[in-house]
């Protein structure tokens, strides 16, 4: 079964916080993990990927915390997993010493892309 790992469902959620309060100023992960009741800890460790790749910014100090780089409306679903879980793959048929006879290879590869494609084709406005 496709799925999302922990850490990429709490990074949508971090993602629609902070997309809810977009232009609001910064917000403490502290405030998002009290809202949402998600691990602080975890959340911190989630933020790392998101300001590199730069979906978020942080404001170091008194009234700092993360904001969005860009509005909801401009950041695709998929930005967001593939920051966090990585490429969108249904099946990793490239590390199988069968693949290259199996009958799945093709259908699995086929359903991973329109999984790509339906979440490139929403943003974390959508979410919202």
Do not use: H
């Not at 917000?27 to 978020?56: D, N």
């Not at 780089?69 to 679903?77: D, F, G, M, T, Y």
């Not at 966090?84 to 990793?92: A, F, I, R, Y």
């Not at 006879?101 to 959508?126: H, N, R, S, Y």
Request: glycine share 12%; with cysteine; proline share 5%.
């Amino acid at each position: 079964m496709f799925g999302l790992k922990k850490k990429t469902n709490y990074g949508l959620e971090l993602m629609i916080f902070l997309g809810k309060n977009f232009g609001k100023g910064p917000i403490a992960l502290r405030e998002v993990a009290k809202a949402k009741k998600l691990p602080f800890k975890f959340l911190e460790q989630i933020a790392i990927p998101l300001r590199e790749s730069k979906l978020v910014e942080a404001k170091e100090g008194k009234g700092g915390g993360y904001f969005l780089k860009r509005k909801p409306k401009e950041i695709s679903v998929a930005e967001i997993v593939e920051v966090l879980e990585g490429p969108v793959e249904v099946c990793q048929c490239f590390d199988c010493p069968i693949a290259s006879g199996c009958g799945q290879k093709d259908f699995w590869g086929e359903i991973g892309e329109k999984v790509k494609e339906a979440i490139e084709d929403k943003t974390l406005g959508d979410l919202i």
